[in-house]
């Protein structure tokens, strides 16, 4: 079974500081890792995805994530906050044979002026 | 204009009633889900369908019935509503359904169960 953590429901952080949003998985196989972005009354938004290759990948609007394999972590980051970036963000894994995608239940950032 | 597209964007019902969520994408893609979403569980799926005619359950399928006659369609129908399936509920779609295939998602419609 594949499964996805997100220890924390709220990060906090001051516009122009560095932001990491925490996200944890478990497969069997080999992780297909996202990153969603909700705004507030909308659906979700593709930001980015790790398949394989390179563990740094980026995204849409300076996002970035960190895959670490030994930790089992796919890392939100963003090198400097804007307050617009403030939004509810989940994490999703797929094994690679499975075709349905499991959510984490959402970590809310909120970036302050 | 191009997209995924749910209807109604808010409904309000009472138990027991009959509620049909639509769901039309314009992209023929092959894949759609239906996902709720709620507070301290995320998203969790309810039911998927892989093309027009095939469907399968997702992680919380009980109340729910689905149909995808077209490829474009998906609506979800809530035979009988309950209290506990006020709900926003997400529809999806997917060019294929595994490895590195992004879902797009709708609007969201949210469903109030009085």
């Known amino acids: 079974a594949q499964s996805v953590a997100q220890p924390e429901d709220q990060v906090n952080v001051a516009e122009g500081n560095p932001l990491t949003v925490k996200c944890t998985y478990s497969?069997?196989?080999?992780?297909?890792l996202f990153w969603y972005v909700q705004y507030p009354n909308r659906g979700l938004q593709f930001l980015l995805k790790?398949?394989?290759?390179?563990?740094l990948v980026k995204g849409s609007y300076g996002f970035e994530a960190e895959f670490n394999k030994s930790q089992t972590s796919f890392h939100l980051k963003k090198p400097s906050a804007l307050v617009s970036d403030s939004a509810l963000y989940f994490c999703?894994?797929?094994?690679?044979?499975?075709?349905?995608?499991?959510f984490g239940k959402g970590t809310m950032l909120l970036v302050s002026p | 204009d191009a997209g995924i597209t749910q209807s109604p964007r808010y409904k309000i019902t009472e138990t027991g009633r009959q509620v049909t969520l639509m769901c039309h994408q314009t992209?023929?893609?092959?894949?759609m889900f239906w996902y709720r979403q709620d507070l301290g569980h995320g998203l969790r799926l309810i039911y998927y369908?892989?093309?027009?005619?095939?469907?399968d359950k997702g992680e919380v399928p009980d109340g729910y019935v689905v149909s995808r006659s077209k490829t474009e369609n998906f609506p979800l129908t809530l035979e009988s509503a309950t209290r506990s399936q006020t709900s926003v509920y997400f529809c999806?779609?997917?060019?294929?359904?595994?490895?590195?295939?992004?879902?797009?998602f709708g609007a969201g419609s949210r469903l109030t169960v009085l």
């Open positions: 999806a779609s997917s060019e294929q359904g595994n490895g590195a295939n992004v879902l797009t």
């Open positions: 497969v069997s196989g080999n992780p297909y």
């Open positions: 790790y398949i394989t290759g390179d563990n």
């Open positions: 999703a894994v797929r094994d690679g044979g499975y075709s349905t995608l499991t």
């Open positions: 992209w023929s893609h092959s894949y």
């Open positions: 369908s892989a093309a027009a005619d095939i469907t």
